[in-house]
């Protein structure tokens, strides 16, 4: 068995979690803490706060004793508001707190994108635009083209976690450019688990979404690899190899 741990902010699309636990199908645990979200706002100030040492700490001994061997903070905006230095040293203290390995979801965009092979993304952010775009200065700095950037004005993830099938795809399509190789919708707070399979089909190329790119982090660390096509390309067992 093979437990994951993840450090979530509040309470939006956590029932995320166990749906993919079951699309896995496979002798892999998900174990969700969920974390102090304080202010609910997509604002830098706030989101730094949400992802500060002390709030990501205080979870850490529950996953440790529910046996984790890795650990995600499922978090985007309160990862890369950091900036990526920033971000980096978010997770290597989440690692020295848990003796664990650790990450966060905004560097699980990028590890995913490179297990894809993509170099040019579009994003579709649920954020405020200037929050969108810390998002693509962040993708960049991971070595990706960003080649559109579509924001929502969302303000609080309690109003994201209300979102269904209709939003979803509609983002997603707003935000699709012809070059770009993979679409990526930000946000833990938005319910994409049941949708990976439609929106990859309607949009004709690989959609990699918080949730799922969290997930798949997570075994990552644990050197785990999984086929479970239901959760997109991602988790097909033959990836197309960046050279």
């Known amino acids: 068995m093979t437990a994951l741990g993840f450090l979530y902010p509040g ?25 102090d979200i304080g202010e609910d706002a997509h604002r830098p100030d706030a989101l730094r706060r949400m992802g500060s040492a002390e709030r990501l700490a205080a979870g850490v001994e529950e996953l440790r004793m ?3 061997d890795s650990v995600v903070w499922a978090c985007t905006s309160g990862s890369f508001v950091y900036g990526w230095e920033g971000a980096h040293e978010q997770v290597r203290g989440l690692a020295r707190t848990a003796g664990l390995p650790a990450s ?9 994108a490179r297990e894809l092979g993509a170099r040019r993304v579009a994003v579709g952010a649920t954020y405020p635009d200037d929050v969108a ?7 960049r700095a991971g070595g990706l083209e960003v080649t559109g950037v579509k924001g929502s004005g969302i303000i609080t993830a309690a109003e994201v976690g209300t979102w269904g099938e209709k ?22 707070a938005l319910h994409t688990a049941a949708h990976l399979l439609a929106l990859e089909k309607e949009l004709g190329k690989p959609v990699l ?22 959760l997109g390309s991602l988790f097909t067992r033959e990836p197309i190899v960046q050279v």
């Open 11 to 35: 309470h939006s699309a956590e029932d995320d979690y166990p749906r993919i636990e079951q699309l896995l199908g496979s002798d892999v645990r998900l174990d969700v803490v969920h974390t």
């Open 66 to 68: 529910a046996g984790a």
């Open 104 to 112: 966060s979801t905004s560097f699980a965009f990028v590890h995913a």
């Open 133 to 139: 775009a810390l998002f693509a200065e962040f993708l």
């Open 167 to 188: 939003e979803v795809f509609a983002l997603a399509r707003s935000a699709d450019t012809p070059d770009a190789d993979v679409i990526l919708l930000p946000d833990t």
């Open 209 to 230: 979404t918080a949730n799922q790119v969290s997930v798949w982090e997570g075994l990552r660390l644990a050197d785990r690899r999984v086929n479970a096509p239901s």
